[in-house]
């Protein structure tokens, strides 16, 4: 099944007075370019990050950020009573031995070690809890892609029908056209009104119908056609070979063109050339 380039995914988990938010992005690449955008306590797990990543997804530009935010009713900081406790008393045995020592202001005591202290960050939990959410977040993701590389390999399908019915079509029409271009060929010599070799024109004939036979292009289309519809049933990512695909209809389009012998042959190849085009222009976000 074909797996766009393209998704979003999003999460939000809850550890305590703390919450992770998470938000992953991916867009079309050559090849699989990762960045991470993480806060300071979680910078541990940039390699583990990636490693999922590598593991999960092949191609894409892949843009994950994670946020991390503390509960807004909880306290960053507080008072050591405990602490508060134990300069108190020895505050009151500095009064009773140095009466006349000045006593310190409450903004002194709240400066001194271990009286004003920042709650601690259970840093490892933070860890453990964000490498567990980052595989559920990039099967969002991939779910996102795939639904996106549903839609686009509808319009492949769609495209190759498309190619298919006018190759068919310029097939059935083929005999036709060869006997006209002969006919306007022969009616061209009787004009010269000259002299000729009708064996020598006969093969010269038989020379420029083998040029201009485009047999060969057909069924190299109709063979492209039918390994398009292989890389779209297949569960290995298909984006590099439709590709490689892709500019082998063209090819074998603009060789049709350069063969034109009829309008409708130009025509035809016109044709091939738009729905070729917008084929190519999609596979180019498909994985």
């Not at 984006?239 to 063209?250: A, C, I, K, S, T």
Request: include cysteine; hydrophobic fraction near 35%; aromatic fraction near 4%.
């Amino acid at each position: 099944m074909a797996q766009s380039m393209t998704g979003f995914a999003n999460q939000t988990t809850t550890l305590g007075e703390w919450k992770l938010s998470f938000e992953c992005k991916s867009v079309n690449s050559r090849f699989l370019d990762v960045t991470l955008k993480l806060p300071e306590a979680l910078k541990a797990t940039e390699p583990q990050i990636r490693q999922v990543i590598t593991n999960t997804l092949s191609r894409g530009k892949v843009e994950l950020a994670i946020r991390l935010e503390r509960d807004d009713s909880t306290p960053e900081s507080r008072v050591n009573t405990a602490q508060l406790l134990e300069l108190e008393k020895a505050l009151e045995t500095i009064r009773n031995t140095l009466p006349n020592v000045n006593a310190p202001s409450a903004l002194d005591i709240l400066q001194m070690p271990g009286v004003w202290v920042s709650e601690q960050t259970d840093t490892e939990s933070l860890i453990a809890s964000c490498l567990d959410c980052v595989p559920d977040l990039l099967q969002a993701l991939i779910k996102h892609r795939k639904s996106e590389g549903e839609r686009l390999e509808a319009m492949l399908k769609e495209r190759c029908v498309g190619i298919s019915t006018l190759v068919a079509s310029y097939r059935e029409e083929l005999p036709k056209l060869n006997s006209a271009h002969q006919t306007k060929l022969r009616e061209r010599i009787a004009a010269l009104d000259v002299d000729h070799d009708e064996k020598r024109l006969e093969e010269e004939l038989a020379y420029l119908a083998n040029k201009s036979d485009v047999a060969e292009e057909l069924d190299r289309l109709e063979a492209h056609i039918e390994a398009i519809y292989e890389a779209l049933q297949s569960d290995e990512p298909c984006g590099r070979r439709l590709d490689f695909l892709m500019q082998e209809l063209n090819r074998e389009a603009n060789t049709l063109g350069s063969k034109t012998t009829s309008l409708t042959t130009t025509t035809t190849a016109v044709e091939l050339k738009v729905l070729i085009e917008q084929m190519r222009e999609q596979v180019q976000n498909l994985e």
